[in-house]
């Protein structure tokens, strides 16, 4: 909802958009019609009429499409009015994508750090256990190095999730036009569905509801109506007029009317009208040729996020369900046999990180999940999910 409010390519979307259809009215209408007024045979520098033929002229004329023409017209200016508008709205779901991307990796940096955090402070305690070791001489200098070495490791894994959470937020300021205090709260774990649509569904709602399709289909209605505008090109259109003079006479005022009709002559229709029917056509054949392709474009990225989707449900269960608690037993089991003396300490340590990066991995696909939905709910045009991947937003944190 921020982004949506907030984005500024969006917003310059929608008034692009706006300026489209205010252009629609105009096509449908025939072009203004033109006054002359004339003064004619007026003599120099006088500026005085001719006693003969001096004469006040006043003329109107109108140019007259075809029929047809200006109903092609239209139709074309509609197409491309609801092109942008569709675009505008895609814009829009591009905008909470990238928005929803950036959420994601700054929630799972934030989670790894946390769990950096955690493994350190279980880290100073197998270094404590190190150290008491050996000062009554049962473990080694080198085992207590190696336990400050990793607590180091872990301070650095800190620093650069920090970091990598900082950059993401400043994506967000850019997403949003927010000030980066406005965005300064924790991000919250994502709240994500637990069913996943059948890939045939997906693909059903992003055939339909893909604003960029729609606007692709606009684009091939608006290069059908060129098409048909530019046939009619090699007809010419009629230009009408209405004429009225007068002249002052000895016995009064003497007054004229004429009425004119002309038309242009396509002389050079072999290379003009007939190449501008040859261009609309492929015009319209490429614009039939970019919906294909961004429609296969589309099932494409449905099948592969999708694809994603599944796997990354299927590991975590997999990694929730059984991998984690038998690296946490493992982990337990090492720290209980190097006080004990039967595993040296490089066992414990390496048990230790394994759990470490297994949770690491959690969250890293937690956060792909919630890619996978976002970028399916750009394609679909439409939500799928309940979460709102911002902070609260403060009031007056505009920029």
């Known amino acids: 909802d921020a982004v949506d409010r907030a984005n500024p390519r969006a917003r310059a979307a929608l008034l692009l958009a706006r300026a489209a259809e205010a252009r629609v009215a105009g096509t449908t209408r025939p072009p203004d019609p033109e006054l002359q007024l004339g003064l004619m045979n007026y003599s120099l520098p006088r500026l005085a009429p001719d006693a003969a033929l001096g004469m006040r002229q006043l003329q109107l004329m109108q140019m007259v499409p075809l029929p047809g023409k200006l109903a092609a017209a239209g139709d074309a200016a509609r197409a491309r009015a609801d092109a942008a508008r569709l675009r505008a709205d895609d814009t829009r779901w591009d905008g909470r994508t990238q928005a929803a991307m950036s959420f994601y990796d700054a929630w799972a940096a934030a989670e790894r750090a946390r769990l ?39 301070d650095e894994d800190v620093a650069r999730m920090e970091a990598m959470q ?59 109506a060129n098409t048909r505008l530019a ?9 009408l007029g209405l004429q009225y003079g007068e002249r002052s006479m000895d016995g009064g005022t003497d007054r004229m009317g004429s009425v004119m009709i002309g038309a242009s002559l396509p002389v050079f229709a072999r290379d003009r009208q007939l190449r501008m029917r040859d261009e ?120």
């Open 116 to 154: 950096a955090r955690e493994t350190r402070r279980l880290l100073e305690q197998i270094a404590a256990v190190a150290n008491a070791m050996y000062k009554v001489g049962d473990g080694r200098q080198g085992d207590v190095l190696r336990a400050r070495v990793a607590i180091a490791t872990m």
């Open 166 to 224: 900082e950059a993401m937020r400043g994506r967000l300021v850019a997403l949003t036009d927010l000030s980066r205090d406005a965005l300064a709260a924790p991000f919250a774990e994502p709240t994500l569905p637990d069913a996943i649509p059948s890939l045939d569904a997906m693909l059903q709602l992003a055939d339909a509801g893909r604003p960029m399709l729609a606007a692709g289909a606009a684009d091939a209605r608006a290069a059908s």
């Open 231 to 239: 046939r009619r090109e090699r007809w010419p259109d009629v230009k």
């Open 280 to 399: 609309a056509a492929a015009m319209q054949a490429m614009a039939e040729a970019d919906l294909d392709a961004m429609r296969a474009e589309t099932r494409a990225r449905v099948i592969e996020r999708h694809a994603e989707l599944a796997s990354a449900r299927r590991l975590l269960a997999l990694y929730r369900q059984s991998i984690i608690h038998q690296a946490e037993a493992a982990a337990e089991s090492a720290l209980a046999s190097y006080r004990s003396g039967a595993v040296d300490f490089m066992t414990v340590l390496d048990n230790r990180m394994t759990v470490n990066r297994y949770l690491a991995e959690v969250a890293t696909l937690r956060a792909n999940e919630g890619k996978a939905w976002a970028e399916l709910e750009m394609l679909a045009g439409r939500p799928l999910t309940d979460t709102a991947p911002l902070p609260p937003i403060r009031e007056g944190a505009r920029q």
